[in-house]
């Protein structure tokens, strides 16, 4: 696995706006053109800086073209909202391995079992086992373990994944007809497999793999897509393009 900070460094980011700073612009070209931090409530370059990186690493890396085109517009046009910070998790989750794999053993295991808490604990135990396999995390002290099963926790909460303070509880989302479609077209851009129940990012839709199957085959969605279900197989084509996505929801 690539285990990198940001999680840690993100789940500090007390200015989100920052996201859409750095969509178009970086800390240098800003800088050069007389905005020294004008756009943000963070005070130093250092910290800026240690952002900046892990906002273009972990949200703002785009797989391929598509991703890019769908993330760009959301953010374009919408800045942060309830709605772009679902997109972000999903390809943040994607960009981090760390961050899916947390998901994967632990906050998905408890969403999807309907536990209403995540204990701190449980991230930590979480890490201390894959600490016995991965050696690029073998010399992270108790005190790094904690930290990030902390702000692991706080970074969900920023997604508004979860609720809460000292004991944060799991929130359930429900994508909108408007989120359903822009996360098919995610899970089509960031998919290897043709058939989509496959799929390993299929639970990242929040909803259990019936009602995604019975919500994908609404007849207001074929103006979007082309789907061939048959029992275990889901087949699904884009008929809009990227670049015309966003506007075609707003329109429907």
Known sequence: MNIT?????????SDFNLINVFLNENLKSLNQK?????????????SVKRFEKAITNTLLNFLNKNIGILVRRVLTEESITADSLLLLFWNASANNELLNYLNEKVYFPAFY???????????AACLKELKQTETSIQNWSESTVEVTASKYLTLLKKFNLMKG????TITHPYLSDKMLIVFIYWLLAIGTKSNLLDSQWLKYCFSEKKIFIERIMQKKLTKFINLNYSGNILKVEAVVSYEKLYDAISQS
């Open 5 to 13: 900070s940001d999680i840690n460094i993100l789940g500090g980011l």
């Open 34 to 46: 007389g905005k020294h931090h004008s756009f943000t409530i963070i005070k130093t370059d250092k």
């Open 113 to 123: 079992t309907g536990r209403i808490t995540i204990k701190q604990d449980e991230v």
């Open 165 to 168: 303070s000292a004991n944060k």
